[in-house]
C-alpha cells in the first residue's frame, strides 16, 4: 500500500561512499525504520548495474519502491521500467560523434598528476566524462578532488564544451559533482530533458499532490 509521503535518498555520497557499498547499519535503518512509515526512492547518477552493486544487487527492487538511475532519467517503481529515452536519440549520432571525439581530444591533451581508463560512460539517458578516468582507486578520486578543487580542470573543460558546442542543447552538472566529494568527473545530458519530466509520479500519491 501506498504511503502518503516519498522519502527520496541519493545514493553516492549519502546512503553509502562515493561507489562503494552501503553498510548494514545504514540499511538496516532504512529497511526497518524508515521503510514502515515512507515509500523511499534511490537516485544515483550511475547506472542501474552500479546502482545495483551499491544497494544490494538484483533484490533493490524489492527494498525500495522507486529507483531513480542516471539522475533520474531511467526510473523504476515497484521493479517495474517508466518510459525513457536515449542521449542517442535525442541527440543524434552524428552530433553525438563530434562531442565525443572533442571529448576523447581534449583529454588527450590534459596533462595531470595521473590518468587510469574509462573518460567517457556511455549511458541511456546521459553521458559521464571523467578527465582523469574513472577506472582510478578511491584514494585516487580523492587525490584528483583536491587536485580539480585548486586547479579546476572540470570547470575549465565545461567552459571549452560550451565553446566548442554553443548550440548543442545540453547540460553539464558540474556544480553537482562539486558538492558531492571525492567525485571525478561529471554528467551531461540533453537539455530538453524537462527537470520534472518524473513529475507525473509524484502529482498525487493517496490523493495528495506534490
Not at 529497511?31 to 547518477?45: C, M, N, Q, S
Not at 595531470?112 to 546521459?126: A, D, H, I, N
Amino acid at each position: 500500500m501506498s504511503k502518503k509521503i516519498i522519502c527520496l535518498f541519493d545514493v553516492d555520497g549519502t546512503l553509502t561512499e562515493p561507489r562503494q557499498p552501503i553498510s548494514p547499519s545504514m540499511e538496516k535503518y532504512l529497511l526497518e525504520t524508515v521503510k514502515k512509515e515512507f515509500d523511499i526512492a534511490v537516485v544515483g547518477g550511475s547506472d542501474l548495474c552500479k546502482i545495483k552493486e551499491q544497494l544490494g544487487g538484483g533484490s533493490v527492487f524489492e527494498k525500495y519502491k522507486y529507483v531513480f538511475a542516471e539522475n533520474g532519467l531511467i526510473a523504476f517503481k515497484n521493479g517495474k521500467a517508466l518510459p525513457s529515452q536515449s542521449i542517442q536519440d535525442m541527440l543524434g549520432e552524428d552530433a553525438l560523434q563530434d562531442f565525443l571525439n572533442f571529448v576523447l581530444h581534449y583529454i588527450s591533451e590534459l596533462k595531470l598528476p595521473f590518468k587510469r581508463g574509462t573518460f567517457v560512460e556511455f549511458r541511456t539517458g546521459m553521458l559521464n566524462v571523467s578527465p582523469v578516468g574513472r577506472n582510478c582507486t578511491k584514494k585516487e578520486r580523492e587525490l584528483f578532488n583536491e587536485y580539480d578543487n585548486e586547479n579546476h580542470i572540470r570547470k575549465k573543460f565545461i567552459q571549452a564544451l560550451k565553446k566548442e558546442f554553443p548550440d548543442l542543447a545540453l547540460t553539464y552538472s558540474i556544480d553537482l559533482v562539486r558538492r558531492l566529494s571525492r567525485w571525478l568527473g561529471q554528467d551531461v545530458l540533453p537539455a530538453s530533458y524537462p527537470r520534472l519530466r518524473r513529475d507525473p509520479l509524484f502529482r498525487r500519491q493517496n490523493g495528495r499532490r506534490w
